[in-house]
């Protein structure tokens, strides 16, 4: 209390100056003004007096005088000084110290003369009052408090109610019941009222009882009561508490409150007559109660729709049933009425949204409303407040409508002019009603179409931010009223139709959030919705389970009407049945043919969520390939986008943002959506005639190139057209497919399994072929360019890869050269030559441009040798430019025919349908015809274009192997896997370069490139691009074998051809001469060595054991079946690996496994078109003549004839895998030091084509081993060298005697396959022993080297280089370079073995590691044997003298000659090993499995002797180590001398080798 401090000298000067200077402050506080803080000042300086007077500092009578002094300065200063004693009296009376209270005591006495006794008895406590005297007793006093109080405030004064008379109130009924109509006013009947009450001595509170029981009656009469109370009223508390008495008289159960009673509660509230919180507490049920009973519903209803999802068992609906028993019993005792909604309803009526609105915020959401009255009296208030705006915006044409009385209640919302003025009420009264304003249908049709008016006059005007507040509102309206009130209409297909009408005017962004919102929220913000959820779901269900193919169109219109309402749950649960079950798309697809445009959007919603399912796995659980639940959903949206005219956008923007987040998974949804609306299939297992119908113009492709007729697709692919350039997503979806192949490998494959990697990457080519092809075909030429950039652009700016790139930009071109082409046509109109003219003049301008901007695509040392003009024509050209698929023209008009024919001969079709028909048929026909007869002439034109450009295609600045590299590499190989079309056009491509007599360009080489190194290339590709990469094989294989089968063929489109050239001159293309061709014969060992590289590197594929391998080579193979294998030895080989294969993989990987029995089986329908080595490239015996020059009929110099090319496929195929890092150095055309060995080939040993040092040593060697034959047979008798050949003989005999019993005592120990290979390994060595005693003499071979090289060395200086070669030291180090290569990739596969082992060593490698084709081998014997029966009876009696020439042999050699042959042929044979590992070893065969067995051999040897002799000709085993079915005699006496000279010791080899291989 204390807030003023005295300072401490006035007390202790107080008799000086104290007294006065407290007198005065005294003073001064009371002049003051502000009586509040001068109280409170004055109160503090007298207790801080009073308080110096009880501690002793002052004396009493001191400060008693000076308080008798203060209290002349005011009036009430008694009263001040008392309420300080009051508080003294509280402080001493709890101080322990008793002076303190003493000194208190006494100043209180001392000051009771000034201070009334009644104010003391007032504020002191009554102890101390006892210690003053002023009463006897202080407990007396107490009791006597307190019974007056009792007096006062708690006992009630009787009243006398019989002072009041009855007949006052009967005239007070009788005065306010009376007629109003007549000029009677409230103040007229109040003054009777009053007059009444005073007379009968009347209850004021029960006079206005009466008053408002009478309103109640009179409800109707509001003016007239409301002005009455109102002006009778004294207080509203009052009044308040009698309606409260009214409501709680009807609170007991079975009482129903009157309507009446809350209609004068809310007209009172309206007029504030009363307040509503003071009449709020008087209602029941009370809030805690509301919100109990709201969390049951919500409960009840969740367990109704557990029970409808789940399966319930007997015994629980027994219990159920008596669950439901009881609470009907409950239901029986009626709970009283909920006054507080009765209330809200009677508010609503009247228009106090105000008092309504305050309500409704006690309760939960929605719990109002779910009364039906309150929803409908709030559904009559909002149809008030939007009736001027609806009958200016909203209202359709032609429509009236129906008039609503407005209010008279001037204090309800005010109707809304404008869409602004829905913000201040409307949009709240919608909020409140939420879902119930599915019990006004016609309000809800006003708020849509108000919605569309908005959404008008929102596109047409400019955005403002008040637009975009009311845009917010309406959408807000559709998510919490529109879409849940649709939910709980009954099937109303136009309430649908009509909300489509607002939904389509908002974008799909929109859209789809609203049915976001609607599908995983709306259905558990209330009971009602629980329950329909659980309905929908249990009635999706039934449908569902008998939807059929059979009844689809009764099950589609249950579907539909069930789909009216809930579109998303129904919807949810179909997809997720789809996904289970892929059968059920196409009964789905035909039952939605019901649906409303409302549910067709929301369908594409739910798939596409159901797509973004983050808990779904989009691959199954062995990684390797797409999940089944996405390929069915992807396959639904093919087939239903299509069939319905649903929106596109959001599914196309959702596979662009997987694309951006680099996730290729959905573009399998293109792919469908693509192939379905626009008729595009993309398969890589198209037949040959739907590949050639795919050649042709749009209409061919529609008829003949595809799998299945899709028809009527003009209209699905405009809409798929429309869309994406409506949302520009054409190009970004074509950019980011086109990167995102990449990014399949180096981003999303990080993790993943190989396999799937291989798919995902097919899919997104595939996807990115179709979707180009569709722009193509079906953008205007405007549009497509204004989209597609510059190849430039393309590529460096958005990161394109070039093949993708000019796919992208092929058809822009053609659009502008077409384009370009008429505008010169239609200026200038001539003949047929000068429009051929003016289409290169078209193609030069528009090609141009693109011919300097690809210059920056590649380093410039490329365009040293092709023109970016050639760069710029491969890529942009396509079969359609190339050739006219006449016959593919030909079976469609055909096919139409029959149709017409069909047609006609039906007698059940109807006429009209029947011409019909036959119109369409025939339209199509001429349709084709006029087709094809335009193509034919672009065809034409192309042909006649690209004869004039092809003189400036290729310049070889470098040499012919470069600008083969750069043009494999550059161009074929990337387009040939890009497509199966691009596939067989890069093979026509070179056939028709090659065609055009193009300068520089070597067809030969080109091929041979081709062929020679598929391995690396087959291992790099995937599962699609093998099947393209196999097709392009097979075009090529077809152009060479067409060439092979027949030598006019090969003379009319190959002879004097630059393409044939073997000899690449400096100076230029002359043309060449007969030298420089490649012949025939030669020609078809070429395309031997080509079959056998084939075969090799397949061979290699199949043995690697890696999945990549197996399967692309595999799908190869079966690719190029119909021109590969031929050759019966080859073809063993390959039948024999694939068995393996199948046996292996049967049980490993079953997709292998199927691919290898596919193709085994029709390998085996193909044997009967496979012919002998010796059929496929057989050589007839050169003539002898005197000038060399005139045998030169192949590769090689003058002089020198090339009659060794099958030595060279020999000899020179090992080279045919190496890398191409081997073929940078650049070497001269002509190079005279290498003329020991031209080649047809690059310098990395792709595909020698022959040797034509080989060609004359075997030339030379026939000469003199036929001089020798006929000195011998003149010559009879018994040499030391004979008896030397007959020592070595017995010698091996013996070896192998001794071999044989090892053999024999280690067969215990040895496994099955092992014995096996042993017995290989002794026929193997008794062919050996019958190529020995059937050969020629030893020494003729020796003296047939010596000659051979003698003159290789004469002649060498004039060999010509074949090809590009290196020196001899070059090609050794290559050589060796190769040989460490395989010695570190070493396999068990013979084309990993090293090529330097003697032969005899790898014939008995062969024998002993792979017995398991002895058995195919033998039943090919008999094959063989029949097919040269003919031959072998003519040849018979050449056998008899063959055999009896080993008696007769020539015996007049000395031992030392014979000696010196010997060391020469060791010395050729070293000098060969060392340094060119292709003359020293004899090729490595692709078969470890010998085509030809030795028992084989023998009898074929036996049986066709003299013909071989003949020929000059043997059929020899291939083996492991390469030999080859034809072999000229020289060879063979080489072979023989070779084992001759090893003796012994090679046979022990042979065992070692063989003993490592088991």
């Known amino acids: 209390m204390a807030t003023l401090i005295l300072p401490g000298e006035w007390f202790k000067n107080w008799e000086k100056s104290g007294k006065h200077e407290f007198v005065q402050l005294c003073k001064d506080l009371t002049e003051k003004k502000d009586h509040g803080s001068k109280n409170k000042d004055i109160q503090a300086a007298l207790y801080e007096l ?392 016609i309000l809800f049709a006003k708020i849509v179409r108000l919605g569309k008016g908005f959404m008008k006059e929102y596109q047409s005007e400019l955005k403002s931010e008040k637009m975009e507040t009311l845009l917010s509102c309406f959408l807000s309206i559709a998510d919490q009223v529109l879409l849940p009130s649709l939910s709980l209409m009954e099937c109303n297909a136009c309430m649908s139709e009509e909300l489509w009408g607002l939904f389509k005017l908002f974008p799909y962004q929109h859209r789809y959030r609203l049915f976001g919102q609607w599908k995983n929220e709306t259905y558990s913000s209330h009971p009602l919705l629980v329950k329909v959820k659980a309905q929908t779901v249990e009635r999706a269900k039934y449908i569902m389970k008998r939807l059929t193919k059979e009844n689809v169109k009764q099950s589609g219109r249950q579907i539909g009407k069930l789909s009216h309402s809930n579109p998303t749950i129904l919807f949810d649960y179909m997809l997720s049945q789809i996904q289970w079950y892929d059968n059920l798309i196409v009964p789905v697809v035909d039952s939605l043919k019901y649906l409303t445009s409302l549910n067709y959007d929301v369908l594409a919603y739910c798939i596409i969520e159901a797509l973004a399912n983050p808990e779904k796995e989009k691959m199954k659980h062995d990684d390797t390939t797409i999940s089944s639940w996405l390929q069915s959903l992807a396959s639904l949206c093919g087939a239903v986008f299509r069939k319905y005219p649903i929106e596109l956008a959001g599914l196309l923007q959702y596979v662009t943002n997987q694309l951006k987040a680099g996730k290729s998974f959905d573009l399998l949804i293109l792919k469908e959506v693509v192939q379905k609306m626009a008729g595009i299939e993309i398969t890589d297992e198209m037949t040959s005639e739907q590949l050639e119908a795919m050649t042709g113009g749009e209409q061919l492709k529609a008829e003949g190139g595809y799998f299945g007729q899709i028809r009527n697709t003009k209209k699905s692919s405009q809409r798929l057209k429309d869309v994406l350039l409506d949302n520009e997503l054409a190009l970004p979806l074509c950019l980011l497919m086109a990167q995102q192949r990449n990014g399949v490998v180096f981003l999303e494959g990080g993790e993943k399994h190989l396999k799937l990697v291989g798919h995902l990457y097919d899919q997104c080519h595939d996807t990115l072929v179709q979707f180009g092809g569709f722009l193509a075909s079906n953008l205007s030429t405007e549009d497509y360019i204004k989209r597609v950039p510059s190849i430039d652009i393309l590529c460096n700016q958005f990161h394109t890869p070039h093949d993708a790139a000019f796919f992208l930009s092929r058809p822009m071109y053609a659009h502008q050269i077409t384009s370009k082409y008429d505008e010169l046509k239609k200026a200038d109109k001539g003949n047929r030559q000068q429009k051929v003219q003016k289409y290169v003049a078209a193609c030069e301008q528009v090609m141009a441009p ?235 060992h070429v395309v031997h060595k080509w079959h056998y590289m084939l075969t090799k590197a397949s061979v290699h594929c199949l043995e690697t054991g890696d999945y990549t391998h197996i399967r692309n080579i595999l799908i190869v193979l079966t690719k190029i079946l119909p021109c590969y294998p031929k050759v019966l030895n080859l073809g063993q080989a390959l039948e024999c690996r694939v068995h393996k294969i199948c046996l292996e993989e049967k049980d490993k990987r079953p997709d292998l496994y199927a691919l290898a029995m ?110 020798k034959k006929e000195k011998k047979e003149k010559t009879p008798g018994s040499t030391p060298e004979m008896k030397a050949e007959n020592r070595r003989e017995k010698q091996r005999e013996e070896r192998a005697g001794k071999d044989e019993r090892v053999l024999r005592e280690g067969k215990e120990k040895t496994p099955k396959t092992d014995r096996e290979k042993a017995k290989v390994e002794e026929k193997s060595s008794k062919d050996d022993k019958a190529k020995a005693g059937n050969g020629e003499p030893m020494e003729l071979s020796r003296e047939r080297d010596a000659i051979k090289e003698t003159k290789s060395k004469e002649k060498g200086d004039r060999v010509a280089v074949v090809g590009s070669l290196k020196s001899p030291a070059l090609r050794s180090e290559s050589a060796e370079r190769d040989h460490k290569r395989r010695k570190l990739d070493s396999h068990s596969s013979p084309s990993h073995s090293s090529t330097v082992k003697d032969n005899s060593n790898e014939l008995k490698e062969s024998a002993s590691k792979h017995h398991i084709n002895y058995n195919s081998v033998s039943r090919s014997k008999s094959r063989e044997r029949e097919t040269e029966k003919k031959e072998s009876e003519n040849a018979r009696g050449r056998s008899k003298e063959r055999k009896e020439e080993k008696d007769r042999k020539d015996r007049k050699r000395d031992h030392a000659a014979g000696e010196r042959e010997t060391s020469q042929e060791s010395k050729r044979r070293k000098e060969e090993n060392g340094t060119n590992s292709s003359k020293n070893s004899k090729s490595t065969s692709p078969s470890c499995d010998s085509p030809l067995s030795g028992e084989k051999e023998k009898s074929k040897r036996s049986k066709s002797s003299s013909k071989e002799k003949t020929l000059n000709v043997k059929p020899e085993r291939t083996s492991t180590g390469g030999k080859k079915e034809s072999r000229h005699d020289k060879e063979k006496s080489e072979k023989k001398e070779k084992r001759d000279s090893s003796g012994g010791k090679e046979e022990k080899k042979h065992h070692k080798s063989s003993d490592k291989h088991r």
């Open 50 to 441: 009073c308080w110096q007077a009880v501690r002793g500092t002052l004396k009493l009578d001191h400060v008693s005088n000076v308080l008798g002094d203060m209290m002349e300065l005011r009036d009430d200063m008694p009263s001040i000084l008392a309420d300080v004693f009051c508080i003294l009296d509280l402080e001493t009376g709890a101080l322990e110290e008793k002076n303190k209270r003493d000194h208190y005591t006494a100043l209180v006495g001392a000051c009771m003369f000034f201070i009334p006794e009644a104010i003391l008895k007032e504020r002191l406590d009554p102890e101390t009052l006892e210690s003053l005297g002023l009463i006897k007793q202080a407990l007396q006093f107490n009791q006597k408090i307190v019974k007056i109080k009792t007096k006062l405030f708690y006992k009630q004064q009787k009243f006398n109610l019989l002072r009041e008379e009855n007949e006052g109130y009967a005239k007070l009924i009788t005065e306010l019941g009376q007629d109003l109509s007549s000029n009677i006013t409230s103040h007229l009947v109040l003054e009777s009222i009053k007059s009444l009450i005073g007379c009968f001595n009347l209850d004021p509170n029960r006079v206005l009882d009466i008053i408002l029981e009478v309103y109640q009656s009179r409800c109707d009469q509001d003016e007239f009561f409301l002005a009455l109370i109102k002006s009778y009223m004294c207080e509203p508390l009052t009044l308040c508490h009698i309606l409260g008495f009214k409501f709680k008289f009807y609170q007991e159960p079975n009482e129903e409150t009157p309507k009446s009673l809350y209609h004068i509660a809310a007209a009172l509230l309206n007029h504030k007559l009363i307040e509503l919180e003071d009449l709020y507490v008087h209602l029941m049920p009370q809030d805690a109660v509301i919100v109990e009973e709201h969390k049951r519903d919500i409960t009840e209803a969740k367990q109704i729709a557990r029970k409808l999802v789940m399966v319930v068992l007997p015994s629980e609906k027994n219990d159920d049933k008596e669950k439901e028993k009881e609470k009907e019993e409950d239901k029986n005792e009626k709970p009283p009425d909920n006054q507080k909604l009765g209330l809200l309803e009677a508010l609503i009526r009247i228009g106090d949204w105000h008092h309504a609105q305050s309500i409704m915020n006690q309760m939960p959401s929605f719990y109002a409303t779910s009364h039906k009255a309150i929803a409908l009296a709030l559904c009559q208030l909002v149809h008030l407040t939007v009736e001027p705006l609806y009958r200016r915006s909203g209202v359709p044409k032609g429509a009236r409508g129906c008039a609503v009385t407005p209010l008279k209640n001037q204090q309800a919302p005010k109707p809304a002019e404008n869409f602004d003025d829905l913000r201040r009420d409307t949009f709240s009264m919608l909020c409140y009603l939420g879902p119930h304003l599915s019990h006004d249908a």
């Open 850 to 1084: 693109v011919h300097e901007a690809v210059v920056s695509l590649h380093p410039p040392r490329v365009w040293d040798d092709l023109r970016p003009q050639f760069y710029a024509t491969f890529w942009s050209l396509t079969m359609y430019d190339l050739a006219v698929p006449h016959s593919a023209y030909d079976r469609e008009v055909n096919k139409l025919k029959v149709q017409i024919k069909a047609i006609e001969d039906n007698q059940e079709i109807p006429m009209n349908k029947k011409k019909k028909e036959k119109e369409r048929c025939t339209a199509l026909q001429e349709k084709l015809q006029e087709e094809e007869k335009k193509q034919l002439e672009h065809v034409q034109r192309v042909l006649h274009r690209l004869k004039l450009e092809k003189d400036n295609w290729l310049l070889t600045k470098s040499t012919k192997n470069e600008t083969i590299t750069k043009f494999l590499q550059l161009c074929l190989f990337p387009r040939c896997i890009f497509s199966s079309i691009d596939a067989v056009y890069c093979a026509r491509f070179v056939e028709l370069v090659h065609q055009q007599k193009t300068p520089n360009f070597c067809t030969l080489l080109c091929y041979d490139r081709v062929f020679s190194a598929i391995i690396y290339t087959v291992a790099s590709c995937t599962e699609n691009e093998s099947h393209r990469y196999g097709r392009f094989l097979c075009c090529m294989l077809e152009t060479v074998t067409r060439w092979h089968s027949d030598r006019a063929i090969y003379e009319k489109e190959c002879v004097n051809y630059p393409g044939f050239l073997t000899i690449f001159r400096a100076t230029g293309f002359d043309g060449g001469n007969k030298a420089d061709q490649l012949d025939y014969e030669n020609f078809r």
């Open 1158 to 1267: 596919g193709y085994s089986g029709r390998l085996k329908s193909q044997k009967v078109h496979m012919v002998p080595e010796n059929e496929f490239h057989h050589k007839e015996q050169p003539a002898r003549s005197a000038t060399p020059a005139s045998q030169q009929n192949g590769p090689g110099s003058t002089g020198k004839p090339a009659t060794g090319t099958s030595k060279t496929d020999e000899g020179t195929l090992e080279d045919g895998d190496r890398g191409k890092d081997k073929s940078q150095g650049t070497t001269k055309p002509v190079n005279k030091a290498n003329s020991a060995a031209a080649k047809v080939t690059t310098s990395n040993g792709n595909g020698a084509l022959n040797s034509t040092k080989v060609g004359k040593e075997r030339d030379d060697k026939d000469k003199s081993g036929k001089e």
